[in-house]
């Protein structure tokens, strides 16, 4: 028996013009790691929707085919039916989850089952631990992250113990270190208890290392369904977008094969005599900015009455045209930090002064989308400058996360006067690599018009492209703040793949820049072996 199989299923939305899905067919043995690869809008979330009932059931529209989970009919069950064999974390986990606590809300699937008190209790436990949730069990649901939602959500999916797991890009709101554990916990998973997993990212760099088979979609059809090495070598042949950074860096640097990982690629580099030295020595810090502030945080503190200290004497300041990446783990007070920025906290301690008004935009996309098509939700203009002026007919609500994101960035933009801050928590949410460059570029032409941008994000590729300075939180206190080189080089976590293939070494972090560190090795290398 299959965990799931798709057999030429196309799937249509109510008023696309377009099937989301056309003709596929796919079977997922039981025990199979497998990612789901592709651009935005290219029917990778439909194609979980179908594997957990949702689509057509909660999405309406149309489809033909058949999906079977574990055997299990999916037009002939319900929800609840299918959940029984799927365990389905979607992009917004901060929709499923309904309980007032996170033990309650891991021990709802399985109290509904009629499970003895004891086995709940020990199931909850077990599951916490593993996802990394445990300090959390007696906290309030509303009072998370979203890393930390997410995790919860991932916990009470995975309790039951079912035998397919679906995850909508689970590590999208993980910091770095939160996102490996994630992925390898979920292979432990797989390995252990024979539950299939089907996983859709963006981010491959995270997963295919330890994925056994990755499939492709374009424009809703299936195009390659092979092992992490394969999928590597389709891709550079037909969609280079989708190569991991390793992967670009060794087509760069014209080495072969291509990596599915650091280790692999560290080994190839060993073996041609080409790893450069690591990086050991300290950036120079980071200029203070002179003259007028776009943005000055002056000893702020945020302390919750009976409660955490959010933020720690923060002192921060952002010049006008300034490009600054924060960072830090789940938790660390990144988007408590934002929303001081906007105005929307007040500090307990300390003063927070802009320049003029600080467009934020939080993390949930959903939150900013009030209408029924995508026109009526921002200008014609705004929708162009994100690149969505095409799905003006659309509801928002049927767009991929990565769509939705740059919808709510449109709304934000075009809310009053010209901001003098554009203040972002996790924009690269459910976006692409072309979308993620895209939106980099818009972010740097809107400094060189003189605006200040501030953007708080887990994704160190993504901030590697735009930011000239970063900022690191840990416990709501600033413990690092200096060039975006120097100050990810030399991480362990918080850095680029890139950067850890090499080391560090001449603060490479984008795939282009680290192919001429590795040309210049060679370079080396062939000199000391000339001779003389």
């Known amino acids: ?34 990612v789901v690869a592709g651009l935005s809008g290219c029917g990778k979330s439909t194609l979980l929707r179908a594997a957990a009932g949702l689509a057509p059931r909660f999405f309406g529209g149309e489809i033909d085919g058949r999906v079977r989970v574990n055997g299990v009919d999916t037009r002939d069950a319900s929800v609840a039916q299918i959940g029984q064999h799927a365990g389905t974390v979607l992009q917004d986990p901060e929709t499923q989850v309904v309980m007032a606590t996170v033990r309650a809300e891991i021990a709802l699937a399985l109290e509904n089952r009629g499970l003895p008190r004891a086995e709940v209790a020990r199931a909850v436990e077990e599951t916490a631990l593993a996802v990394g949730v445990a300090d959390l069990l007696d906290r309030s649901t509303a009072e998370l992250s979203g890393g930390e939602l997410q995790r919860v959500a991932l916990a009470a999916a995975l309790a039951p113990r079912p035998a397919l797991v679906l995850l909508d890009e689970p590590t999208s709101q993980l910091d770095p270190v939160a996102g490996d554990e994630l992925i390898w916990q979920l292979r432990r998973l797989n390995q252990e208890s024979d539950t299939a997993v089907l996983l859709v990212e963006h981010r491959l760099e995270r997963c295919l290392a330890a994925a056994d088979r990755v499939v492709a979609l374009d424009d809703g059809e299936l195009v390659c369904d092979a092992d992490p090495q394969g999928f590597l070598r389709w891709a550079a042949k037909a969609a280079p977008r989708l190569m991991t950074p390793g992967a670009r860096l060794f087509a760069a640097a014209g080495i072969e094969p291509l990596p599915a990982g650091v280790k692999q690629a560290r080994a190839t580099l060993r073996r041609e005599g080409l790893s450069p030295a690591a990086a050991t020595a300290e950036g120079s810090p980071a200029p203070r900015p002179a003259g007028p502030c776009a943005l ?28 600054v990446a924060l960072m830090g783990r789940n938790g660390a007070g990144k988007s408590t930090l934002l929303r001081h920025c906007a105005g929307l906290e ?12 600080v467009a934020l935009l939080m993390q949930n996309p959903s939150d900013y989308l009030l209408h029924e098509r995508v026109a009526d939700e921002a200008p014609h203009a705004a929708l162009e400058l994100v690149s969505l002026a095409g799905l003006a007919d659309r509801n928002p609500r049927d767009l991929s996360g990565g769509e939705r994101q740059r919808l709510a960035l449109a709304i934000v933009l075009a809310g ?18 072309a979308a993620k460059d895209a939106l980099a570029a818009w972010l740097l032409a809107r400094c060189s018009a003189g605006c200040a941008v501030l953007v708080a994000t887990h994704d160190t590729e993504f901030a590697a492209r735009f930011a000239a300075r970063t900022v690191l939180l840990a416990r709501g206190r600033v413990i690092a703040d200096g060039p975006t080189g120097a100050t990810l080089a030399r991480g362990r976590w918080f850095t680029t793949e890139t950067a ?27 000199a000391s072996e000339a001779p003389a």
């Open 1 to 34: 028996m299959t965990a799931v199989e798709f057999d030429a299923v196309t799937y249509k939305y109510p008023g696309a013009a377009r099937p989301a899905l056309r003709s596929v067919s796919l079977s997922i043995e039981p025990g199979e790691f497998c």
């Open 296 to 323: 000055e945080l002056k000893g702020v503190w945020h302390e919750l009455r009976d409660g955490p200290v959010l933020l720690r004497n923060v002192d921060l300041k952002v010049a006008p045209g300034e490009a």
């Open 346 to 357: 007040e500090p307990t301690r300390g003063a927070v002064r802009s320049g003029g008004r």
């Open 416 to 433: 009053g006067e010209a901001p003098a801050v554009i203040a972002l928590d996790e924009p690269t949410r459910g976006m692409d690599a």
């Open 500 to 526: 850890r293939i090499l080391g560090g070494a001449r603060d490479a972090l984008l795939p282009e820049d680290g192919a001429r560190v590795i040309r210049r090795a060679d370079a080396v290398s062939a």
